[in-house]
């Protein structure tokens, strides 16, 4: 898999809106350098058939999918090394590249539930994180329970965060009608948010 971020979307992400001083121009092209080697990005997805025991989200669709993705361990620990070592801004821009790559790396696994879907006959899909409007966070353990991927490296904490950080999880669901209470309208994070559809 091949996640490309650019300093550009970087600078962004970090909040810079001024041309960039020589130093931070610099550390956002080591960090850019270290990434290819840190991140291990790992995704899987599986098809829900039961019709039993669902997430408020699924019920009513035709067709239903959980899927989680990974950056891996190797760039958690980078991120914890450099705080460690003092870098607490070299640490901070590295983090924030990892959040845009397990993004990127969730979107490409959306693209693969989506060409799934339409291999089935269905175009037009939603996704929904736990944490999401009328999706609990507890849902993360029967997401992973579903998925029963040890591959993919993701463990729950006992507060259900993922492990590594820089992971995903996701529900979908294609065909059927979504209960207006579980629509996007209302949520703080609308205008900002690249998981709604
Ligand atoms: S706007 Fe985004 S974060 Fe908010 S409920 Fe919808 S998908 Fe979830």
Known sequence: MNIQIHREELLKQIGYKEPPQPRLLEMVDEVLGLLEELIEPKQAFKEI?????????????????????TLGPKFENK???????????EAYILDTA???????????????????????????GLRRTPGCRGIE?????????????????????????????????????????????????????????SLRG
């Open 49 to 69: 058939e039961d019709q039993k025991d669902l997430p408020p989200f699924l019920i009513g669709a035709v067709l239903k999918y959980t899927g989680a993705a």
């Open 79 to 89: 991120v914890k090394d450099l705080f460690d070592e003092g870098k607490p801004a």
């Open 98 to 124: 990892g959040s845009i790559a397990i993004t990127k790396t969730g979107n490409l696994l959306w693209d693969e539930i989506r060409q799934d879907a339409a291999a089935k006959g269905f175009k037009k």
């Open 137 to 193: 966070i507890e849902t993360q353990q029967w997401i992973f329970d579903r998925l029963a991927d040890p591959e993919l490296g993701i463990t729950l904490t006992e507060s259900c965060m993922m492990v590594p950080r820089k992971s995903l999880s996701f529900l979908a669901r294609f065909g059927g009608k979504l209960k207006r209470t579980l629509s996007c309208r209302g949520c703080p994070q609308y205008s900002d948010c």
